[in-house]
């Protein structure tokens, strides 16, 4: 199991590089070169972060991203929801349809209880505390 699928590892490093910049408008051609992502790739995840209003998308000669907010009100939960929807660790360990015993399973409700804590430990992760090694 991946907590962070490619997408959204992809959006964490773009989103740290931006916010890395401070204020400055960075380009997609400076992205691809100093992240080493494929560039349609990369459009489509600024562009679902654009949409979520995680970044603010700027058009012409000049054109590129910048944060939308400040680094510390951009939580990494937030981009992992982004390209992941709303976290979750499992619906069910033992099979692919939906279990009809999940509201009285005891190993969903533990897996449930961690999935919680995952959450909560995500949400106190901000991309300003990313970039000072917290």
Known sequence: MKLLSRNADYAVRAVCYIADGKDDIVTVTELVRKLNIPRPFLRKILQALNHKKLLKSFKGADGGFKLAKDAENIYLVDIIEAFQGPFKL????FKKDL???????????????I?????????????????RGE
């Open 115 to 131: 999935g919680d804590n995952v959450y909560k430990e995500l949400k106190l992760i901000t991309i300003g505390s990313i970039l």
């Open 99 to 113: 279990c009809p015993n999940r509201k009285s399973c005891f190993l969903k409700k533990k897996i449930d209880s």
């Open 90 to 93: 499992n619906e069910c360990f």
